[in-house]
C-alpha cells in the first residue's frame, strides 16, 4: 500500500491563478508510480522516432521506384515496404503500451486525491458545512477528480508526443534541406502557438464565468429538490421553476458568449495554419522543378506537414482543457486546503473509555462575534448521573451538545470530561464516547437494518434487532412489506418523524456510549409512545453520564438536576420540584406547558 504524498496543505483557489502551485500539488501523486511513469516516456518516445521515421522510409519507397534495373526494383522497396509496415505497427504499440502502462498511475492517482478530499471534508467543523450549498460542493469535487484523468491525458498522450515531434521533424529539415523549410515551420508553429495560447487565455475567463453559474445553477436546483415537501407545502414550484430558470438564463448567455470566442479561436488557426502548409509546399515544388529535390523529398515534406499539423489543429481545444483541468483541479485543491477550524492538538491524547465525568467550565461561545449564544455557562455532569438543560428556543441549549461534540471549540473557557480540556483529546476517541440522539434526526437513503446499525457497523443483527426493540421499532417494521430492507428514502423522508426519531434512538442504544446526549428526543413523538420510550431512555441513561436537552418539562422530571438557560445565562438549577417551589423561570414554563396540555386534551 503507497503512502499519501506529505507535505503542506494546498492553499485555497482564489480569483488568480496557481497553474504551476496545482502541478507541483499533483505530480507527488503520479511520482508515487515513478518506474511506471518512466517506462511510459520511453515508450512515448519511441513512438514519435517510430512515426517520424515513416515518412523517411516512405521517401525511399517512392525514390526506389525510378530504379531501372529489375532485380533492385524489387529487392529495395520490398525491404522498405516490410520497414513501413513494422515503423507503422511499432507507433501503434507503444502508444497503446504507454496508455496501459499508465493506466495504473492515472487511476491511482484519481483514488488517492478523492479519498484526501473526502477524509478532509469529513474532517471539517460544522460551520463549514452549514455555509456551503452540497450541490455546488459535489460538483467541485466530480469535476476536479474527472479533470485530473483529463489533464494526464492531454499533456502525456497529446501536448508532449505532438512537441516531441516537431523537435523531431525540424532537426531532420534542418540537416536534410536548405533552412527556409526549418525555419518556415517554426515560424509558423511559433505564431499558432502564440495565437492559440493568447485566446485561449482571454477564453478561460469566460469558460470560469460559465463554470461558475453551472455550479449555481446546480445547486440551486438540488436545494429545491432537498426541500421538497417545503416547496410543496407553500405552493411554489413555479416559482422555484423561475429561480432555476434564471440560473440557467445566465448560464446559457456565458455558453454562447463562450462558443464566439471559440469560432473566432479556430477560423485564425485554420489561417494560420493555410499559410503555413502554402508556404511549404511553394518551396517543396520549387526544389523539385530546380532539380535540388526529389519527388520522394516532395512527399516526405508533405508527410511532416501532415503529421505535425493535424494534431496542431486540436491544439486550441487542448490548450483550453488543461487550463480547464487545472482550474478545476485547483478548486479542488483548495478544499483541502479550507482551514480546519477543529484539529486535534500535536499531543492530543485519545480519551480512555468508562466512567466519565462531564463539566461546562465557564463557557462562553459565539457562532458569531456579533451575537454571543453563552454567557459564562458553569455546570457539572457527575459520572453515571443525568443534567437536564431546559429553555425557551434559542436558549443555547443544542449549542451545549455541538461544544461537547466538539463540533466547535468554545471561545471562553473550556469543556473537560474526567478533568481533561477536550480541545486536548482526539475528536476520533472523544466522539466515539458520546451518543446523541438529535432534534432532526438525518437518515441514510437506505435500508432500516443499515440505518440502525450505522450506530455501530461491526454489530451482529442479534444487537442491532435488540437496539429496535429497545427503541419500540420492532413491530413496526414486522408490520412493513420489506421488513428490515424497507428503503427509508432521502433523508428518511419516507417515514413519519417519530418512525425516525425511534430509529435514530435505536442506533445511539447500539453505539453503547459512555456519554448520552437526549436533544429533544422524543419531541417528535405522540404521548403514549414517548412514554413507552422515554423508559427505555431512563435504562438506557442508567449508570452512564447524560445530558438531557429538553423543551417538553415532563421528561426531565427525573433529573438529577435541571439547568435553565434563558439567552445564554443560567437563570436557575436544582430538581424538579425544589424549582417547583421557588417560584421562578422553571415554576412558570411548567405551569404554562400544563396549561397547554390541557387545553389540547380538552379540544380533542
Not at 517512392?62 to 520490398?78: E, K, M, T, Y
Not at 523529398?297 to 483550453?320: K, M
Not at 487550463?323 to 477543529?342: C, K, N, P, S, Y
Request: with cysteine; net charge neutral.
Amino acid at each position: 500500500m503507497r503512502r499519501s504524498p506529505s507535505g503542506p496543505p494546498p492553499t485555497p483557489a482564489t480569483g488568480e491563478r496557481h497553474d504551476w502551485q496545482t502541478i507541483k500539488k499533483l505530480l507527488p501523486y503520479l511520482w508515487a508510480y515513478k518506474w511506471r511513469v518512466l517506462f511510459a516516456l520511453s515508450c512515448l518516445i519511441g513512438a514519435k522516432f517510430a512515426n517520424v521515421a515513416v515518412p523517411l522510409v516512405f521517401k525511399q519507397l517512392v525514390d526506389g521506384l525510378d530504379i531501372s534495373r529489375d532485380q533492385a526494383f524489387i529487392v529495395v522497396p520490398a525491404a522498405l515496404l516490410v520497414a513501413y509496415g513494422a515503423l507503422r505497427f511499432s507507433t501503434s504499440a507503444l502508444t497503446e503500451l504507454r496508455e496501459l502502462v499508465f493506466a495504473r498511475v492515472t487511476q491511482e492517482a484519481v483514488r488517492e486525491i478523492s479519498l484526501q478530499v473526502f477524509r478532509h471534508l469529513h474532517a471539517l467543523s460544522l460551520r463549514f458545512h452549514l455555509e456551503r450549498q452540497t450541490g455546488g460542493l459535489t460538483r467541485d469535487i466530480e469535476r476536479g477528480t474527472r479533470s485530473i484523468g483529463s489533464l494526464i491525458s492531454y499533456t502525456l498522450y497529446s501536448i508532449l508526443p505532438t512537441f516531441v515531434e516537431i523537435g523531431l521533424v525540424v532537426g531532420i529539415l534542418l540537416v536534410k534541406y536548405e533552412p527556409s523549410f526549418a525555419l518556415i515551420t517554426v515560424f509558423t508553429l511559433t505564431l499558432y502557438v502564440t495565437f492559440t495560447f493568447k485566446v485561449t487565455n482571454w477564453r478561460t475567463a469566460l469558460r470560469r464565468q460559465a463554470n461558475e453559474l453551472d455550479s449555481a445553477a446546480n445547486a440551486r436546483a438540488i436545494d429545491s429538490l432537498i426541500n421538497f415537501e417545503t416547496v410543496k407545502y407553500f405552493n411554489n414550484e413555479a416559482f422555484e421553476t423561475r429561480r432555476y430558470d434564471t440560473e440557467l438564463a445566465k448560464w446559457t448567455a456565458a455558453q454562447i458568449k463562450n462558443q464566439k470566442s471559440l469560432s473566432l479561436l479556430n477560423v485564425g488557426q485554420a489561417a494560420i495554419i493555410a499559410c503555413g502548409v502554402t508556404a511549404m509546399m511553394w518551396r517543396a515544388a520549387l526544389g523539385v522543378a530546380d532539380g535540388r529535390m526529389t519527388l520522394g523529398d516532395l512527399v516526405l515534406v508533405n508527410a511532416f506537414l501532415i503529421q505535425l499539423y493535424i494534431p496542431l489543429n486540436f491544439l486550441g481545444v487542448l490548450y483550453r482543457e488543461i487550463r480547464q483541468a487545472l482550474t478545476d483541479i485547483e478548486r479542488m485543491f483548495g478544499l483541502m486546503g479550507t482551514h480546519r477550524e477543529v484539529a486535534d492538538a500535536p499531543d492530543a491524547q485519545p480519551l480512555a473509555r468508562g466512567a466519565a465525568d462531564v463539566r461546562f467550565d465557564h463557557v462562553g461561545f459565539a457562532y458569531d462575534p456579533a451575537r454571543k449564544i453563552l454567557h459564562d455557562v458553569d455546570f457539572a455532569i457527575p459520572a453515571g448521573h443525568t443534567v437536564a438543560v431546559v429553555g425557551h428556543s434559542g436558549s443555547g441549549k443544542s449549542t451545549l451538545a455541538r461544544l461537547l461534540f466538539r463540533f466547535y471549540d468554545v471561545q471562553g473557557g473550556a469543556v473537560r470530561i474526567n478533568g481533561q480540556d477536550i480541545r486536548q483529546l482526539t475528536q476520533d476517541s472523544l466522539r466515539a464516547a458520546i451518543g446523541i440522539v438529535p432534534q432532526d434526526t438525518v437518515l441514510f437513503n437506505d435500508t432500516l437494518f443499515y440505518n440502525i446499525q450505522y450506530g455501530r457497523p461491526d454489530a451482529s443483527r442479534d444487537e442491532v434487532e435488540a437496539a429496535a426493540r429497545a427503541a419500540q421499532l420492532e413491530s413496526f417494521i414486522e408490520r412493513l412489506p420489506d421488513g428490515w430492507e424497507t428503503r427509508v428514502g432521502e433523508r428518511g423522508l419516507k417515514l413519519s418523524g417519530g418512525e425516525k426519531q425511534r430509529v435514530a434512538i435505536a442506533r445511539t442504544l447500539l453505539k453503547n456510549p459512555d456519554i448520552l446526549i437526549f436533544d429533544e428526543a422524543t419531541s417528535a413523538l405522540d404521548s403514549q409512545t414517548e412514554k413507552a420510550i422515554q423508559a427505555q431512555l431512563d435504562a438506557a441513561a442508567r449508570g452512564r453520564t447524560t445530558l438531557v436537552i429538553a423543551h417538553r418539562l415532563s421528561t426531565v422530571m427525573n433529573a438529577d438536576e435541571i439547568i435553565v438557560l434563558d439567552q445564554g445565562h443560567i437563570v436557575e438549577r436544582g430538581h424538579h420540584t425544589d424549582l417547583l417551589a421557588r417560584g421562578g423561570a422553571y415554576a412558570r414554563m411548567w405551569q404554562l406547558q400544563q396549561q397547554e396540555e390541557a387545553t389540547a386534551a380538552a379540544e380533542a
